[in-house]
């Protein structure tokens, strides 16, 4: 399978936890992001990067999320003291990066749905 | 989401109706409008997109309509089946705040067998 894929799928946390969350983008692709979604909404826009570099981060980003792409391939979101809040779906995307980022097609992973208990 | 609005945000049809779902935006600048499938526990998937140099693009049983002028954008499921149940989301980049992507809250449609 060549799509964009995510781990876990699932976590269940208690508050203030520590979690992280592993996306490995299209291989080809070097624009990755990261979304949040809750229930009944469409995904909302949390940070993004172009290889290595992460070049915007949402104001939803507090400074308990940090989201990392070392080599420019695989990225990791850290949420540290989880809270309650924080229990919604965590998606990533990748994209080719030959167009203007909202021009192109963004695939989707599977998600990894958090719940903080 | 920001700038997008989605309508309606559900939606039931009888097995082999159709299926129209709209959407507008604000930003007149926007060129790119792609349209996603997301079934339960999946990611969102695309299934059609649509560039702002045409007005009209056909997949099958699936097509988008885009009105530049009125700045809105429709998806029409055609002869719907029980797998075209879902929640589908349009998107759109916001030009002015660097191509963003934004989304839609979702529609919720469910075919009646």
């Known amino acids: 399978d060549t799509g964009v894929s995510q781990n876990p799928r699932h976590k269940i946390t208690k508050r203030g936890q520590n979690v992280t969350f592993r996306c490995d983008p299209i291989?080809?692709?070097?624009?990755l992001y990261w979304y949040r979604q809750t229930l009944g909404q469409g995904p909302e826009f949390l940070t993004y990067?172009?290889?290595?570099?992460?070049?915007?981060k949402s104001r939803l980003l507090s400074d308990r999320f940090s989201a990392e792409r070392p080599k420019g391939s695989f990225s990791t979101l850290e949420i540290q003291r989880t809270e309650q809040g924080d229990s919604a779906m965590y998606l990533c995307?990748?994209?080719?990066?030959?167009?203007?980022?909202?021009?192109?097609?963004?695939?989707f992973g599977p998600g990894t749905r958090l719940l903080v208990l | 989401g920001e700038n997008v609005e989605q309508h309606p945000s559900t939606l039931s049809v009888q097995e082999g109706d159709s299926a129209v779902i709209k959407c507008t935006y604000s930003d007149s600048a926007s060129n790119y409008f792609p349209w996603y499938k997301q079934e339960l526990g999946k990611g969102p998937q695309l299934i059609i997109d649509i560039r702002s140099n045409v007005g009209e693009k056909k997949d099958q049983r699936i097509a988008v309509t885009l009105n530049k002028t009125a700045k809105h954008f429709s998806l029409h499921i055609t002869e719907t089946q029980p797998e075209d149940s879902a929640v589908y989301f349009c998107a759109a980049p916001i030009i002015s705040n660097d191509y963003k992507l934004s989304f839609g809250a979702g529609t919720t449609v469910t075919v009646r067998a």
């Open positions: 990067f172009q290889n290595e570099a992460q070049l915007e």
């Open positions: 291989s080809e692709h070097n624009r």
């Open positions: 995307a990748s994209s080719l990066g030959s167009r203007r980022r909202g021009e192109e097609t963004q695939y």
